[in-house]
């Protein structure tokens, strides 16, 4: 279970995250919505350690994330795949889905085989164009891949950043149906980040919209996308 | 507040600064002997040097590791016109000013384009090639031995007015108005509208660029000024006794970024301290060494090791130097 | 003919060690941003370390290896002990401009190369001494004519054809080869996937000590040591790793076989005291005609 309380996280002049509290239930999708700059990358990247917060408290099960830093984090089950696509372009896709692994290569070299075949077998085209620099690939299998960096990890928590930023409807569908699948097989948790509210609130537990740092409604996902009138009053459709 | 109006109360504070400096080593020299008289013509000529570097790396952020090649070329200039031209050396020195500067320009074409490691390392090359030169074409430069130049005799209207000057006197009154000048130089550049726009290249240069300021242009005339400062040190630097490759050597550029580092990259007031601190600290030391009868292999590297030693603590405790720790100082009073 | 061939070899067995001084400086530039001009004081110090060993009957052998582990450490410890509590000064208000974050930390090396030499004075009294090495530094012959090439020579390019091997081999195929070049490459995805990007940090540090200490172990039986002699070595590899690319680790190596060439042949077919002028000039034609260097990758570099 995750439990953020009350947290804030702030840059130079302004209050990012303000005193944002709220639960994700274990094996389940919480959907994060809201406009641009709402604050929710701030909030992936408190949680996984890479902006520090002023106050507040993150919670994993038993362990508190904040005084952690993101190797720790990462290394006690919390991936994130940052917005944007973030692979690193130089490398090949294999060396890409290597290094999510690196960390655990010695206690768990079998494992680590066994996830790497998975993720291929996930993402068929990966496997393909293994052996070709990352930078080669089109959006969606750039976002395929991160996930994949993430994944053979053997994460608990995954954290998605806008899966879905600059992809065709249809594939942005497809990886957030392979982010369910896997939440009902192996148990994962996930903190889903959407703008397009629609396809993440489908297959989530759970709403959260945020605006200008404060969670503004934090709902079942069914109730958060039958409420149009507070979908129109904060993204504006 | 108008822009001009600003400028005016910053001009009146500068020429303000400039002359208490100037009143102030004036002072200090009739406390001190000869030896100690030469020191501060020392001081005055290179804190002309390290204003060029307060200038380039405190107003833009780029650094030279170069400086003491730049002090040849302006040392050398007007070796070259004295001897060979047979004017005289105060022209020669305005000369030597605008040959610098003229050098500036090419070194900021080049380092227009260059960003801070690789400035550095340019520079650092610059710094070891010049000197090279002057042994290379040693018929023109006349090689290793270089030039005797020297300061000459005091003006009789100046015996007359102050009576018998000695050697050291005659080289701080040379130095001296050169340093405040280029004092109140920098201290006026730096509070206008081009040294907001320099500290703006500096502390991000995109930004700057999209506010509509061109970058290249501005990095070569910070080049130009920087240059133009250095090589008049430089020249009033050789006519001591010697311009000669062994005169201008690596150290020298070290030595002048050390003391602008220490003093703090920003801050003018800091250039004064550094150069103080370059000029003295090693007759400190020897006094300290003698007294403590240490070995000569110790004392002989004491000087660099301590010089060594401020660069790093200055970096890793302030880095902004000792100015910056004075203002940390003030600001805590305060409060 | 023969002094072509001499200018050739003199170039290639200079030109390897030139290209581990610019290999070590790459190293630290992509792995923390950082140009050490340090670099060359380091490998001083602990060329002095061997010579002290070989001084005190230690084997040659003995000696080189406990100079290239000082190397290592002594590179982790300049990381650890200086350069690692300077970037975490985010708060500090020099640190917050941009130009000024690369330029603190070359002052910084430049305060250790100044103390490095000054302790070297201190201990060893500065006065220039040889460096021993292992094979004659006499020229080969074959049969009855001499060649132009010395079993030194061969020797040098042997061992830095051992020490690229087994470099590109730690690149290529290891983990730890993997976590340093992604590091470089994009730290926050690296520590994403729950890599200490500080430790791949000191270690390329810590390798490229080794790299320099091991050129200074090759250098000096001809340069003779004291605590200037490297000095020019820095401003070579320098020079080498602008003009392979100072992004590019085989850029690098290339520079600095090319840098041995350019020197070798103006040694040999001009004078010796125009080097200098050489590498300034060739340095300021790389800037202005591929800035980016020969294999360096035009966006990573930052004008
Ligand atoms: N490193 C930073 N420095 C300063 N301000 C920042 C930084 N990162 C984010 N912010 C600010 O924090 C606020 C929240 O940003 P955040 O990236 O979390 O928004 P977001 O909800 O992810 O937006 P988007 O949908 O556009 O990705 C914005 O006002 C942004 O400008
Ligand atoms: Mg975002």
Redesign the pocket.
């Known amino acids: 279970m995750l439990k953020v309380a009350n947290l804030v996280t702030e840059?130079?002049s302004?209050k990012?995250l303000n005193d944002i509290s709220f639960q994700a239930k274990p094996g389940r999708i919480t959907t994060v919505i809201?406009?641009?700059?709402?604050?929710?990358?701030?909030?992936l990247?408190t949680i996984s350690g890479l902006?520090r917060p002023t106050s507040g408290s993150i919670k994993w099960f038993d362990e508190e994330l904040t005084d952690k830093s993101v190797e720790a984090i990462v290394r006690s089950g919390v991936a994130q795949v940052p917005?944007g696509h973030a692979v690193i372009s130089q490398l090949s896709v294999a060396e890409n889905i290597e290094l999510g692994g690196l960390f655990r290569k010695r206690q768990a070299r079998g494992d680590l085989e066994i996830a790497t075949k998975e993720v291929y077998e996930l993402f068929p085209i990966l496997f393909e164009r293994r052996r070709e620099p990352a930078g080669s690939l089109s959006g969606g299998e750039r976002q395929m891949l991160a996930i994949s960096r993430a994944l053979v990890a053997r994460p608990k928590l995954l954290l998605l950043?806008?899966p879905s930023l600059g992809l065709a409807p249809l594939i942005s569908a497809q990886i957030i149906s392979i982010v369910d699948q896997l939440c009902k097989s192996t148990g994962l948790t996930v903190l889903l980040?959407e703008?397009n509210a629609n396809t993440a609130l489908a297959v989530a537990d759970h709403g959260i919209l945020?605006a200008l740092?404060k969670v503004v409604a934090d709902l079942p996902a069914k109730e958060l996308i039958a409420d149009s009138a507070l979908r129109a009053a904060y993204l504006g459709y | 507040m108008s822009k001009v109006k600003t400028h005016k109360v910053i001009g009146f504070r500068s020429t303000r600064l400039a002359i208490i400096f100037f009143v102030f080593i004036l002072l200090l020299s009739m406390k001190f002997g000869p030896y100690n008289q030469f020191q501060l013509a020392n001081i005055a000529t290179l804190l002309i040097a390290v204003l060029s570097i307060t200038l380039l790396t405190g107003a833009s952020g780029q650094i030279s590791l170069g400086q003491g090649a730049i002090m040849a070329v302006g040392g050398y200039s007007a070796a070259l016109l004295v001897t060979r031209l047979e004017i005289s050396m105060w022209l020669a020195f305005v000369l030597a000013i605008f040959v610098s500067a003229l050098f500036g320009l090419f070194l900021g074409l080049a380092a227009a384009r260059l960003s801070g490691p690789y400035l550095a390392g340019t520079t650092l090359v610059m710094a070891l090639a010049i000197p090279s030169i002057a042994i290379r074409f040693d018929s023109f430069f006349s090689g290793d031995i270089g030039f005797s130049v020297d300061y000459g005799y005091p003006p009789d209207w100046l015996t007359n007015l102050l009576g018998e000057i000695t050697i050291e006197e005659w080289s701080l009154y040379v130095a001296l108005p050169f340093a405040a000048l280029s004092l109140f130089a920098v201290l006026n550049l730096s509070n206008t509208r081009s040294g907001r726009t320099w500290r703006a290249v500096r502390d991000n240069e995109v930004a700057a660029s999209l506010a509509g300021i061109n970058i290249a242009r501005t990095k070569i005339i910070v080049f130009v000024c920087s240059s133009a400062l250095a090589g008049l040190a430089g020249a009033i630097y050789g006519f001591r006794g010697l311009v000669a490759p062994s005169v201008y050597p690596t150290d020298l550029s070290l030595l002048l970024l050390t003391a602008a580092v220490i003093g703090g990259l920003r801050s003018i007031g800091g250039a004064i301290f550094g150069t103080f601190v370059i000029v003295f600290l090693p007759d400190v030391i020897e006094r300290v060494t003698k007294f403590l009868e240490l070995p000569e292999t110790i004392s002989i590297y004491l000087p660099a090791l301590m010089i060594g030693l401020l660069l790093l603590l200055t970096v890793i405790l302030n880095p902004r130097g000792s100015a910056g720790a004075l203002e940390h100082i003030r600001h805590r009073h305060k409060h | 003919m023969n002094s072509f061939l001499t200018a050739f070899f003199a170039g290639t067995s200079q030109g390897a060690i030139y290209a581990l001084v610019s290999l070590g400086l790459v190293l630290v530039w992509r792995g923390a941003g950082v140009v050490n001009f340090a670099q060359m004081g380091q490998a001083m110090f602990t060329t002095y370390i061997a010579s002290q060993l070989i001084q005190n009957e230690y084997s040659y052998w003995s000696a080189f290896v406990i100079a290239l582990i000082s190397g290592a450490l002594l590179g982790a410890l300049v990381d650890l002990g200086i350069m690692r509590p300077l970037s975490s000064r985010k708060n500090s208000q020099l640190l917050n401009s941009q130009s000024m974050r690369t330029t603190v930390p070359v002052i910084a090396s430049l305060g250790i190369l100044g103390v490095l030499k000054a302790l070297a004075g201190i201990f060893w009294a500065g006065e220039e001494r040889g460096f021993p090495a292992p094979v004659p530094t006499t020229g080969l012959r074959l049969g009855n004519s001499d060649l132009a090439i010395t079993g030194f020579d061969l020797f040098v390019i042997g061992v830095v054809f051992l020490a690229l091997v087994l470099t590109t081999i730690f690149f290529t195929r290891t983990g730890m080869g993997l976590a340093m070049r992604a590091s470089a490459l994009n730290p926050e995805v690296t520590r994403l996937s729950g890599i200490r990007v500080g430790s791949v940090r000191t270690l390329s540090w810590a390798i490229s000590g080794t790299a320099s200490s091991l050129a200074g172990l090759l250098v000096t039986p001809k340069t003779n040591l004291s605590p200037n002699t490297l000095d020019l070595l820095l401003i070579i590899g320098f020079t080498a790793a602008v003009v392979g690319g100072l992004t590019s680790l085989a850029g690098s190596v290339l520079g600095g076989f090319i840098l041995g060439y350019v020197i070798a042949f103006v040694n040999v077919y001009s004078a010796p005291e125009n080097v200098f002028l050489a590498i300034l000039i060739f340095l300021l034609l790389a800037l202005f005609l591929r800035p980016q260097g020969i294999l360096g990758s035009k966006e990573v570099r930052r004008v």
């Open positions: 840059f130079a302004i990012a809201g406009a641009n700059g709402a604050g929710k990358s701030t909030l990247r902006e917005e950043d806008e980040v703008q945020l740092g």
